[in-house]
């Protein structure tokens, strides 16, 4: 079994233990009795009041994509009589459960929710930053994000996004026009709703920042390569979804090429009784979602070879070919850590008797695993952070590095690496071995997952607050640099810790970068 199968099959269990940090608590802020009604092109909203910011929730930015629109590119919402009620969350995108407690089976799911700061309207815009959720493709939700600290402290319209999951946002068939992208199509449309009403919220059409997190910083990767995206946004901001791979880890799981996805699309035809139909599409149609879950692949990307995305993200990133725009990406200085500590509780320890053979299942070829188990080496009590190192560096830090090489040379970036080696843990019970900076441990400095605040210190409220100002002064003047935070220089990485900010030449080779780059 390939590393990459392996790490999306668990990121699926780790999403579904993270399911406590996002679920449902109450919001930080309850909605007063006061509401906010706007008026966009469909029709009229009503959003709730809160103590500096107001929001807007489960507002429709495309049709249904239910019966003859499952599998179609999405079309604009039908517009509503009266006033709708945006005071709450509308449904998740289809998924098994996990983030989303229960899971989801509501097909109308193209949503999005906007939270903007008292004071924002036609007047004084503010920058915009949409946000695309994490998940490997196939769970979250654009409500799981509280964005009220990021929208207040930044002073900036914050918009996250539901997109179709799964095998429904990703099936890819012969004849079918959008195979492998409506996933990305959604994303696309949802931009494209930004730029014609978030004026009416206090929103900068023309200052859009796409922003997003593993699966959703995968996918600001292929945006940003996108032709059809030309125009849609005005920055990026990439978290742990580097958009390029290294030797040994040549492609990003951001996406795969046409003919793989058709393959997954013909095996799940043949799993739910299609595969022989005349119609193969019209049978697919008429499959309850709970079917398509339970048969769906756990492995999901979009797919490239596509008219929407028609190359690799990665070697159109190298090639040049991508939207020249300010970048501001990183990642988490422990990436692999809750993966090694997932596969340890399973039942397989990782010890200096065992850890050949760990290595060997995660390499096909002896020449690779010999190499890193030499690089690696596991003494008596360390294998857990070890065999974190690996997976972390190999998929993460390295080709995060690569990609800010590639974009450095082209267009503005800004990197940083995540180093709270205390932060709060998003799961519950006691790892194996501390976990440090895992995947995901920076998102409660930048939002309240489920609307329920993370307990923090005094040092990690202050990281938070800098964190959140970088972000957003990025989002607004695309130089994240400003008086009051550490100075942020494009050609160092700033390290992002509890009272030590401080810009460093040293993340490659902590991360055996070289190791990687001519491991083939």
């Known amino acids: ?18 399911a406590t940090a996002w679920s449902g608590a109450p919001p930080t802020q309850p909605a007063r009795p006061a509401a906010a009604t706007v008026r966009i092109h469909s ?12 929001t807007f929730e489960g507002i429709p ?32 995108c289809p998924q098994l459960a996990g983030e989303v407690p229960g899971g989801s089976t509501e097909e109308d799911c193209l949503h999005l929710n906007v939270t903007t700061p008292d004071g924002a309207g036609p007047a004084h815009p503010r920058p915009v930053i949409v946000w695309l959720h994490g998940g490997g493709f196939t769970t979250g939700a654009g409500s799981s994000y509280d964005a009220h600290r990021m929208a207040t402290r930044g002073d900036v319209v914050v918009v996250t996004v539901n997109y179709r999951l799964g095998a429904l946002g990703f099936l890819a068939h012969g004849g079918l026009p959008g195979s492998g992208t409506f996933g990305l199509a959604d994303q696309q449309a949802a931009l494209r709703w930004v730029h014609a009403e978030i004026g009416t919220f206090g929103g900068d059409a023309h200052n859009v920042t796409l922003a997003g997190e593993s699966a959703g910083g995968y996918s600001v990767c292929a945006q940003l390569t996108s032709p059809a995206a030309t125009g849609l946004f005005e920055r990026a901001i990439v978290e742990s979804g580097p958009c390029t791979g290294t030797p040994a880890r040549p492609f990003a799981p951001s996406s795969v090429p046409l003919s793989t996805a058709r393959a997954t699309g013909a095996d799940l035809a043949a799993k739910v009784g299609c595969g022989a139909a005349h119609d193969v599409l019209a049978c697919l149609r008429r499959v309850a979602v709970p079917r398509l879950l339970a ?31 300010p970048v501001l990406i990183g990642n988490n200085h422990d990436e692999g850590n809750g993966w090694a500590a997932g596969i ?3 039942g397989n320890p990782v010890t200096p008797d065992t850890w050949s053979d760990v290595v060997s299942a995660f390499f096909s070829s002896p020449g690779q695993a010999t190499a890193v188990v030499r690089e690696y080496p596991v003494h008596r009590t360390d294998g857990g952070p070890v065999f974190g190192a690996v997976i972390g560096d190999a998929n993460f830090a390295c080709p995060t590095a690569r990609t ?40 409660p400095y930048l939002f309240d ?12 409220h202050r990281l938070a607050d800098t964190m959140i100002d970088y972000w957003t002064r990025f989002a607004r003047t695309a130089d994240p640099n400003g008086p009051s935070s550490p100075h942020w220089s494009g050609q160092t990485v700033l390290s992002l810790a509890p009272d030590h900010i401080v810009p460093t030449h040293t993340a490659v080779p902590r991360h055996h970068c070289a190791f990687w780059n001519t491991l083939g």
């Open 1 to 18: 079994m390939s590393m990459h199968r392996v790490l999306t099959t668990l990121s699926c269990a780790l999403t579904a233990v993270l």
């Open 43 to 54: 029709g009229l909203v009503r959003g709730a009041t809160h103590d500096g910011y107001r």
């Open 61 to 92: 930015y495309a049709a249904p994509p239910v019966g003859r629109l499952r599998w179609a590119s999405p079309r604009p919402a039908t517009p509503w009589a009266g006033v709708r009620d945006a005071t709450r969350p509308a449904s998740a």
């Open 295 to 325: 048969a769906q692949d756990a492995d999901q990307q979009p797919a490239y070879a596509s008219p929407l995305l028609p190359g690799d993200p990665a070697e159109a990133i190298a090639a040049g070919r991508l939207h020249h725009l």
């Open 344 to 346: 340890i509780q399973a």
């Open 404 to 443: 800010d090489a590639l974009l450095t040379a082209q267009v503005p970036t800004w990197r940083y690496e995540f180093a709270d080696e205390h932060a709060p843990p998003l799961t519950p019970g006691t790892p194996p071995f501390p976990l440090g900076a895992p995947h995901a441990s920076e998102l």
């Open 449 to 460: 997952l489920g609307g329920r605040p993370r307990d923090l210190t005094a040092a990690q």
